[in-house]
């Protein structure tokens, strides 16, 4: 069989339609649009790129607010400030830390500073408040790219005729608390039955194989053969790296955990990379600032 393609990109248009709506009524009730914003320490390209596309993104839909962009010597006493300085001010209903911090800070210090960020403005859903309210089942600000690709789950069973979560085995690989966790429990939410495997899971192909459902968040580039996929299988594919060309003068690519041709054989339904859970993520970045907004002041 020939997998249906799950394309991020309009699902997230779709999803961002909806976000210009509630904005718009937002503003309506409280006389301004909600406000999001984000703390980029540091040059690292890829997240100069993702800040960016965050920044035209709310603009697009009507959100408020600032990107502050601090020096790669930024301290820890000085980000400590400004995340208490945006925690206390009324008209910033998201914050987002833009990861990785610069290296002079450490893993420690990192955590630290997450930890600070109001768990009613967390809109990355790492605080472990929120972690916490998603693992007891209560709502709560979930991490993006989780819910993101819960979406997509959704969107393929409807694509295939309707098809039920309920009691289907669903196998996510990754054990990361920013992916692996929150898509396991979103997905226990749904009734599913779910495995929780990583890169030392003994026959890991084996344990994929059994998957009505398959997600994989690892990092590595097409870990996952086609052979380790169901026939009919829903596969969310949530890592994205790059690969560099094996000739000089030849481009590099960017390729997910998955590897999408042998794996498209066999499944129901596939996200490509990029294009499938990248435009989501951001999507659903979008929703968390509306729903972190609605929360702390109504409607």
Known sequence: MTALLLDGKKLAEKVRSEVTLEVAAFREKH???PGLHVVLAG???????YVRNKEKAALEVGIAGAVHRLPATVTKAELVELIARLNADADVDGILVQLPLPKALSAKDTEEILDLVDPRKDVDGFHPINAGLLASGRPGLVPCTPAGSLR???EACVLLGGRSLRGAHAVVVGRSNIVGKPVAQLLLQRDCTVTLAHSRTKDLAAVCATA??????????EMIGGDAVKEG???IDVGINRVEPKEPGGKAKLVGDVAFASASERAGAITPVPGGVGPMTIAYLLRNTVFAARRRLGG
């Open 152 to 154: 997509l789950v959704d």
């Open 233 to 235: 299988a829903i596969v």
């Open 212 to 221: 009505d459902v398959l997600v994989v968040a690892v990092g590595r580039a």
């Open 31 to 33: 006389g301004r649009a």
């Open 43 to 49: 040059e690292d390209p890829a997240s100069t790129v």
